[in-house]
């Protein structure tokens, strides 16, 4: 439904006088102001509304609300305990502050929110009550505003415009003085700025950026989602300019510095898309029987130096971004898909991690160091694939990069055969420690030339992709665990993953339960097993996907710090990222201080190294939310070249106002209100993650199998609404 185009809100003069001075100065309690500050504030300059702010000033400090600390200046009298803490908004505009200092998050009315917005760091006070058994408070203060873009589409008017944000979590159009509106026509979608937040405004005043293009557009709709995060998705002009005038010719004096290792058979084994090759491996058999491997990295470091144009914008990103229709990456493409990139037949700068390993996979010797590699060949996953599956070194038609079939090198197949059974060793090993086998099945797209999606298919992690996560696991770890080990302590870039949480685990096994799933929670060797037993046993049910997502989300976050505490997930001590650097700065930074230490320097401030790692996992995290919803765009693209098809799904999710249902043969999700089920008036029961119906006792429960029809898609607020045709059983 269209919003109504707003009127510019205009709410002068002085409503509850004595309130308002008096949350002027709460607001900032640490100032002092006299009566002409506070008229100012108010935007107000007669004689007679300063004369009222001056009588109620005398009663406020005659109450002891406020104190006179010098002539006419006056401050806010504090008696209440202030906290702080992060905003969550809700869609209708309330929210909940989560804070360290309370279990529970505290509540906040959408009349208390004062301005906050979703993210916010935010101060607050306590009511003395609860609101049903919530703990609820009022926002005092803004400490840091979490964003200040918003995208939007603009409503202009004859001499202001607003800007409709996107996100349903900004619950303020933004106003925009007509001045300001860069040229943005009607309906256009763009990227506004906040700019201030006039005391007497309903909404927040802002500028326009950038216009992005029309809404619905496929390059606008992408942009949009870049530009929501903040994300970039072009490089300045000056840091192309640097990386292009990089010398990255292979130089005998440079290579004098490293170990030779181009005669070692090495090979890259990658999606068949990729372009950015960071790992190659290289394998030979010693006179002493044991093998081996080295993990072999683009040497990023060597071309990316501290204090350049290049390395700030790399650090700023912190990550490449992989959308559905293209990948922003953290480099120039000049050292990206060029300069850095393992390619075939190629001479390169490498860091590499070699071990010696035996027949049990047990690593005897280990090398950590600058080389020099040359690729003799690149696998796609679905050729190396073919080699396990057929122990042979034929490479038919059908998964050949070429399209043509062919005959591997003989010594390569052999290798990637050996390393195969070494990596199943490892990973066995793995999991009798207590990790967590996490293979959620990727959704793709198969997109024409417009980058209209034509196809959706399925990617899992076959025994290809294993081998090669195992080793790269391997360098990750015995780097972490060679810096880490190190006395005195050395700082270091870590890769940490914390317990989950009890809670969430009980969540779970509520949800799981009306499957018929047991989990426990005893001990952390038995929450694993049981965790591992869970993922197992959906394989290839319906509610796999639900069961997958859900096993996800109980579990922390994995974040980079230089305080370890371990990865739970992966059931190691010491974990890093070391085996990524073309798109992923932490692994930058470990390259560059796992040298450091080679070359046996002191060990690094924490306190920067710290600062740099939640930059980078915050960097992460959009990158992450940004990856989700163009898959999320793309899904519902999909879906409205389907429309009067019938599909069959799971219910993904219960809420008082509907039901999610992810379609089985596509994964895409969408909402069934609650208000567009005819057969009954149906109600929300929690317990039973279900809705009844209130006269025929029909119940939707989550993981039943439905089928449903598009109702209406929105590319724009990237929503997909179904209508529920029944249960699939009775179809």
Same mark, same amino acid.
Not at 371 to 377: G, I
Not at 555 to 565: G, H
């Given at each position: 439904?269209?919003?109504?185009k707003?009127?510019?809100?205009?709410?002068?003069?002085?409503?509850?006088?004595?309130?308002?001075?008096?949350?002027?100065?709460?607001?900032?309690?640490n100032?002092?102001f006299?009566?002409?500050?506070?008229?100012?504030?108010?935007?107000v300059?007669?004689a007679?509304?300063?004369?009222?702010?001056?009588?109620?000033?005398?009663?406020?400090?005659?109450?002891q609300?406020?104190?006179e600390?010098?002539?006419g200046?006056?401050?806010?009298?504090?008696?209440?305990?202030?906290?702080?803490?992060i #905003?969550?908004?809700?869609?209708?505009?309330?929210?909940?502050?989560?804070?360290?200092?309370?279990?529970d998050?505290v509540?906040?009315?959408?009349?208390?929110?004062?301005?906050? #917005?979703?993210?916010?760091?935010?101060? =607050?006070?306590?009511?003395?009550?609860?609101?049903?058994?919530?703990?609820?408070? +009022?926002?005092?203060?803004?400490?840091?505003?979490?964003?200040?873009?918003?995208?939007?589409?603009?409503?202009?008017?004859?001499?202001?415009?607003?800007?409709?944000?996107?996100?349903?979590?900004m619950?303020?159009?933004?106003?925009?003085?007509i001045?300001?509106?860069?040229?943005?026509?009607?309906?256009?979608?763009?990227?506004?700025?906040?700019?201030?937040w006039p005391?007497?405004?309903?909404?927040?005043?802002?500028?326009?950026?950038?216009?992005?293009?029309k809404?619905?557009?496929?390059?606008?709709?992408?942009h949009?989602?870049?530009?929501e995060?903040?994300?970039?998705?072009?490089?300045?002009?000056?840091?192309?300019?640097?990386?292009?005038?990089? !010398?990255?010719?292979?130089s005998?004096? +440079?290579?004098?510095k490293?170990r030779?290792?181009?005669?070692?058979?090495?090979f890259?084994?990658?999606p068949?898309?990729?372009?950015?090759?960071?790992?190659?491996?290289?394998?030979?058999?010693?006179?002493?029987g044991?093998?081996?491997?080295?993990?072999?990295?683009a040497?990023?470091?060597?071309?990316?130096?501290?204090?350049?144009?290049?390395?700030?914008?790399?650090?700023e990103?912190?990550?490449?971004?992989?959308?559905?229709?293209?990948?922003?990456?953290?480099?120039?493409e000049?050292?990206?898909n060029?300069?850095?990139?393992?390619r075939?037949?190629e001479?390169?700068?490498?860091f590499?991690?070699?071990?010696?390993?035996?027949?049990?996979?047990?690593?005897?010797?280990?090398w950590?160091?600058r080389?020099?590699?040359?690729?003799?060949?690149r696998?796609a996953y679905?050729e190396?694939?073919?080699?396990?599956?057929?122990?042979s070194?034929?490479?038919?038609?059908?998964v050949?990069?070429?399209?043509?079939?062919?005959?591997?090198?003989?010594?390569?197949?052999?290798?990637i055969l050996?390393?195969?059974?070494?990596?199943?060793i490892?990973?066995s090993?793995?999991m009798?420690?207590?990790?967590?086998?996490?293979?959620?099945?990727?959704?793709?797209?198969?997109?024409?030339?417009?980058?209209?999606?034509v196809?959706? =298919? =399925?990617?899992?992690?076959?025994?290809?992709?294993?081998?090669?996560?195992?080793?790269?696991?391997?360098?990750?770890?015995?780097?972490?665990?060679?810096?880490?080990?190190?006395?005195?302590?050395?700082?270091?870039v870590?890769?940490?993953?914390?317990e989950?949480?009890?809670?969430? #685990?009980?969540?779970?096994?509520?949800v799981?339960?009306?499957?018929?799933?047991?989990?426990?929670?005893?001990?952390r060797?038995?929450?694993?097993?049981?965790?591992?037993?869970l @993922?197992k046993?959906?394989?290839?049910k319906?509610e796999q996907?639900?069961?997958?997502?859900?096993?996800i989300?109980?579990?922390?976050?994995? +974040?980079?710090?230089?305080?370890?505490?371990?990865?739970?997930? @992966?059931?190691?001590e010491?974990?890093?990222h070391?085996?990524?650097?073309?798109?992923?700065y932490?692994?930058?930074?470990?390259?560059?201080?796992?040298?450091?230490?080679?070359?046996g320097?002191?060990?690094?401030?924490?306190?920067?190294?710290?600062?740099k790692c939640?930059?980078?996992?915050?960097?992460?995290y959009?990158?992450?939310?940004?990856?989700?919803?163009?898959?999320?765009?793309?899904?519902?693209? =999909?879906?409205?070249?389907?429309k009067?098809?019938?599909?069959?799904?799971?219910?993904s999710?219960?809420?008082?106002?509907?039901?999610?249902?992810?379609?089985?043969?596509?994964?895409?999700?969408?909402?069934v209100?609650?208000?567009?089920?005819?057969d009954?008036?149906?109600?929300?029961?929690?317990?039973?993650?279900?809705?009844i119906?209130?006269?025929?006792?029909?119940m939707y429960?989550?993981?039943?199998?439905?089928?449903?029809?598009?109702?209406?898609? !929105?590319?724009?607020?990237k929503?997909?609404?179904?209508?529920? @045709?029944?249960? #699939?059983?009775d179809?």
């Open positions: 439904m269209a919003r109504k707003r009127k510019r809100n205009s709410s002068g003069g002085i409503g509850n006088l004595a309130q308002t001075i008096l949350s002027i100065l709460k607001k900032e309690r100032k002092t006299n009566y002409k500050q506070i008229a100012a504030k108010l935007g300059n007669d007679s509304s300063r004369n009222q702010i001056i009588k109620k000033l005398a009663q406020l400090k005659a109450k609300e406020i104190e600390v010098e002539r200046k006056f401050k806010a009298v504090i008696t209440t305990q202030y906290y702080s803490g #905003l969550d908004i809700t869609a209708k505009g309330s929210g909940y502050i989560i804070c360290d200092d309370f279990e998050d509540y906040v009315a959408s009349n208390n929110v004062n301005k906050a #917005l979703d993210g916010d760091e935010v101060e =607050f006070y306590l009511y003395k009550r609860r609101k049903r058994g919530k703990l609820e408070g +009022e926002i005092t203060n803004i400490i840091k505003r979490k964003k200040s873009e918003y995208v939007g589409v603009v409503q202009l008017h004859s001499n202001y415009a607003f800007v409709i944000p996107d996100s349903n979590k619950y303020k159009d933004i106003f925009v003085p001045n300001k509106t860069n040229k943005a026509e009607d309906g256009d979608k763009v990227l506004v700025s906040l700019e201030d005391e007497k405004a309903d909404s927040p005043y802002g500028k326009i950026l950038k216009v992005l293009g809404p619905g557009d496929h390059q606008t709709e992408i949009s989602i870049l530009a995060y903040g994300l970039p998705y072009e490089f300045p002009h000056e840091v192309e300019e640097f990386a292009s005038k990089i !010398d990255t010719s292979i005998a004096e +440079e290579i004098a490293r030779d290792m181009r005669k070692t058979l090495t890259t084994i990658d068949k898309d990729a372009k950015d090759f960071d790992d190659a491996l290289s394998f030979q058999v010693l006179d002493n044991l093998y081996e491997i080295g993990i072999h990295i040497d990023v470091s060597h071309y990316v130096q501290p204090d350049t144009v290049l390395d700030e914008e790399a650090y990103r912190g990550t490449s971004i992989y959308l559905v229709d293209r990948v922003v990456p953290m480099l120039p000049v050292l990206s060029f300069a850095c990139s393992l075939p037949h001479e390169k700068f490498t590499s991690a070699v071990f010696q390993l035996n027949d049990k996979a047990e690593v005897k010797n280990q950590f160091g080389t020099v590699t040359y690729s003799d060949a696998f679905e190396a694939q073919a080699i396990i599956e057929t122990k070194n034929n490479i038919p038609e059908e050949s990069l070429t399209g043509k079939a062919y005959t591997a090198d003989q010594s390569i197949a052999d290798a050996k390393l195969d059974d070494l990596a199943k490892m990973r090993k793995r009798s420690q207590g990790a967590i086998s996490f293979d959620k099945v990727e959704v793709k797209f198969n997109l024409d030339e417009e980058n209209n999606p196809g959706v =298919f =399925f990617k899992s992690s076959k025994d290809a992709n294993k081998l090669i996560e195992e080793f790269m696991l391997l360098a990750n770890k015995k780097v972490a665990e060679f810096v880490g080990k190190k006395s005195p302590k050395k700082t270091f870590y890769r940490i993953h914390d989950p949480d009890d809670s969430k #685990l009980a969540a779970l096994q509520n799981v339960g009306k499957f018929g799933y047991k989990l426990n929670f005893k001990d060797k038995s929450t694993t097993a049981s965790l591992n037993n @993922l046993d959906v394989v290839g319906k996907n639900l069961v997958d997502t859900l096993t989300r109980s579990m922390s976050k994995a +974040e980079y710090s230089v305080f370890n505490i371990g990865h739970y997930g @992966l059931a190691f010491y974990y890093s070391f085996t990524s650097p073309i798109r992923r932490p692994d930058v930074m470990a390259h560059r201080l796992l040298q450091h230490y080679l070359d320097g002191k060990s690094v401030s924490e306190e920067v190294y710290e600062d939640s930059h980078c996992s915050s960097m992460e959009l990158a992450t939310q940004a990856e989700r919803d163009s898959i999320k765009y793309m899904q519902i693209k =999909f879906m409205q070249d389907h009067d098809e019938e599909f069959a799904g799971v219910i999710g219960v809420t008082d106002w509907g039901v999610y249902v992810e379609i089985i043969s596509n994964k895409c999700e969408g909402m209100r609650i208000r567009d089920i005819s009954d008036y149906y109600e929300f029961d929690e317990s039973q993650f279900a809705i119906g209130r006269e025929t006792k029909n429960q989550l993981g039943d199998e439905v089928v449903v029809k598009v109702k209406n898609t !929105d590319l724009v607020k929503h997909l609404d179904f209508i529920l @045709l029944g249960k #699939l059983e179809q």
